[in-house]
């Protein structure tokens, strides 16, 4: 039997079953089709018949339900399962980096250490939080911390320049 044949033969079928089948399984009846016209075709094409093929709908269908209730979607936003994380040298490569940042910082000139400080703390505080705790205009808050990230870029670009 060719498979212009089987489709011909058993196509209506097995649209019904799989149209049957589907919403049980969670699955789309043309998915679930596919996968049963997949299985069918790697199997012998002349042992086709009523019953083989529900057989198969129902087998396909029990697959995907297993499939279903081991896969869990992926949610970019959920934190990352244990030991898929960064690994501990990059831990300790992030953490001295932060050291050396706020080594730099507490070397800057005026009110900068304590904006960038403040910038920088873990809180995430509001400009009007920060300007509170400084004492400072809230207004002035973004040309003073532009005037120290531009001290902060030259001290470190000679830093990194002069070893």
């Known amino acids: 039997m060719t498979q212009s044949d089987l489709l011909y ?11 049957a089948e589907a919403s049980a399984a969670g699955l789309d009846a043309a998915d679930l089709r596919q996968s049963v016209w ?11 018949s009523a019953g083989r093929l ?9 697959a ?6 081991r896969e869990v979607p992926y949610d970019p936003t959920a934190d990352p399962p244990p030991g898929t994380g960064p690994g501990v040298e990059a831990q300790v490569l992030a953490a001295e980096a932060g050291r ?4 730099a910082v507490r070397r800057l000139p ?8 403040a910038l920088l ?3 995430d505080p509001t400009y009007r939080e920060i300007a509170g705790k400084l004492g400072m205009s809230q207004g002035s808050l973004g040309p003073v911390r532009s005037r120290c990230l531009g001290c902060l870029r030259r001290m470190l670009m ?6």
Request: glycine share 8%.
């Open 9 to 19: 033969r058993m196509g209506p079928l097995l649209e019904a079953e799989c149209a």
């Open 158 to 163: 000679a830093e990194i320049a002069a070893p």
């Open 121 to 123: 703390s873990g809180g």
């Open 54 to 62: 529900r057989a198969a709908v129902r087998a396909e269908a029990r």
């Open 110 to 117: 005026g009110r900068c250490p304590g904006l960038l400080d």
């Open 38 to 48: 997949v299985r069918l075709l790697d199997e012998d094409r002349t042992a086709v």
């Open 100 to 103: 050396e940042l706020r080594a």
């Open 64 to 69: 995907a339900r297993r499939r279903a209730l």
